[in-house]
T-cell receptor, first 118, second 115 residues
Framework: AQKITQTQPGMFVQEKEAVTLDCTYD???????LFWYKQPSSGEMIFLIY??????QNATEGRYSLNFQKARKSANLVISASQLGDSAMYFC???????????????FGTGTQLKVEL | DAGVIQSPRHEVTEMGQEVTLRCKPI?????LFWYRQTMMRGLELLIY????????DSGMPEDRFSAKMPNASFSTLKIQPSEPRDSAVYFC?????????????FGPGTRLLVL
């Protein structure tokens, strides 16, 4: 079974609108972390936001927020006020067993290509 | 602080040649990871090190691939002999162990083309 599922291969959004990128995950580990990375056409992987499984509040970083629904095992990325520079591939990733420090592998989803239009 | 540094940024070589990719992690980070990204397989973890020691190399595709970390500030990924199917973007990433976020920071990647 896929550990990280991103069901939207491509998304379009109008500039200045908000957009939600979906991510569901599968784990039986009670302690895990969820990450979102952005990969623009230039190729680098840019860390955006992190959510720990025991965090009480949803993570926010500027225009990025994470809609974390633990019972549904979803960690959707919300980008508010989209900008042309947000056009990129977005990856959701998970690391398990974070409390003991034993989990070191990041498992990535297949990504969502976001295109911001004028 | 400088981020993760990788060299070369682009490499074009012929099948059968040896390829060496280099990585300098962020200072103070004690974990280093090598990933490969292709359209077909996405992002794959090849190997990672902790305090310069290889911990898990189960993602290394075959014996043609080898990785070393002789010190805390340098790692290499070597492919010998290279094959066209090795064409991919190779990323190095590093992180500090056991921080609350445990975020991995990626280098810019090396785009490898094997002809």
């Amino acid at each position: 079974a896929q550990k990280i599922t991103q069901t939207q291969p491509g998304m379009f959004v109008q500039e200045k609108e908000a957009v939600t990128l979906d991510c569901t995950y599968d784990t039986s580990d009670p302690s895990y972390g969820l990450f979102w990375y952005k990969q623009p056409s230039s190729g680098e992987m840019i860390f955006l936001i992190y959510q720990g499984s025991y965090d009480q509040q949803n993570a926010t970083e500027g225009r990025y927020s994470l809609n974390f629904q633990k019972a549904r095992k979803s960690a959707n990325l919300v980008i508010s006020a989209s900008q042309l520079g947000d056009s990129a591939m977005y990856f959701c990733a998970m690391r398990e067993d974070i409390l003991t420090g034993g989990g070191n592998k990041l498992t990535f989803g297949t990504g969502t290509q976001l295109k911001v239009e004028l | 602080d400088a981020g993760v540094i990788q060299s070369p940024r682009h490499e074009v070589t012929e099948m059968g040649q040896e390829v060496t990719l280099r990585c300098k992690p962020i200072s103070g980070h004690d974990y280093l990871f090598w990933y490969r990204q292709t359209m077909m397989r996405g992002l794959e973890l090849l190997i990672y090190f902790n305090n310069n020691v290889p911990i898990d190399d189960s993602g290394m595709p075959e014996d043609r691939f080898s990785a070393k970390m002789p010190n805390a500030s340098f790692s290499t990924l070597k492919i010998q002999p290279s094959e066209p199917r090795d064409s991919a973007v190779y990323f190095c990433a590093s992180r500090q162990g056991r921080t609350s976020k445990e975020t991995q920071y990626f280098g810019p990647g090396t785009r490898l083309l094997v002809l």
